[in-house]
């Protein structure tokens, strides 16, 4: 069974500045309401626009203007719910071939596991781990001479961390040595 809404992230970012663009229209719209309620009289801004409004015609460019920016904006809405965006975790072996339900493993929780491990080897002073469900790219720095030797034991702890998961697919192992200090 695959799912797939569970293995791609939202596109949360253009919705979110959708959603408080519109908050902040309904909300300066409940206040000229509320206001007008008070006091009787629109506010010189509702009033302005009320008035703008009531004169137009649906071939006029202000009209047709707002139309095309509330097209577009329902186009990019419409959009972000159809598309998801990347991948941000890779699917899991299970026991059950008939499970009802699939679990996943976040990249950043594999950049995590190989990241710490791949910290632990020797002369390695600092490492850097990104992930994507086809390639874990492992950048480590060392003081030592011999960068092959370096370059061998992180592949190998690596790739060894990520045979140990129980990946559907395992993205390969790509090792980066850069020499820093050291005499």
């Known amino acids: 069974m695959r799912r797939f809404w569970h293995v791609r992230s939202a596109r949360t970012l ?3 500045i959708t ?12 206040l000229s309401c509320i206001l007008r309620l008070v ?9 302005q626009v009320l008035n703008t409004l009531s004169g137009m015609r649906l071939n006029d460019s202000l009209a047709v203007s707002v139309m095309a920016v509330l097209a577009v904006l329902g186009l990019v809405l419409l959009l972000c719910a159809l598309i998801p965006g990347r991948r941000q975790s890779i699917l899991l072996d ?14 950043r929780g594999i950049s995590t596991l190989v990241g710490s491990a791949v910290e632990r080897t020797d002369s390695v002073t600092r490492a850097s781990v990104k992930t994507t469900p086809a390639w874990v790219h492992v950048s480590v ?21 990520i045979d140990g998961l129980p990946l559907q697919q395992a993205p390969k ?9 050291g005499n």
């Open 14 to 16: 253009a919705l979110m």
């Open 19 to 30: 959603f408080i663009t519109l908050l902040t229209v309904s909300i300066l719209l409940a």
């Open 39 to 47: 006091s009787g009289q629109w506010t010189g801004p509702a009033e």
């Open 173 to 181: 192992v790509k090792v980066s040595v850069q020499q820093r200090g």
């Open 94 to 107: 299970t026991d059950d071939p008939g499970a009802e339900s699939e679990q996943a493993m976040s990249c």
């Open 141 to 161: 720095q060392t003081p030592a001479h011999s960068v092959e030797r370096v370059l061998q034991n992180v592949q190998t702890r690596a790739q060894s961390v």
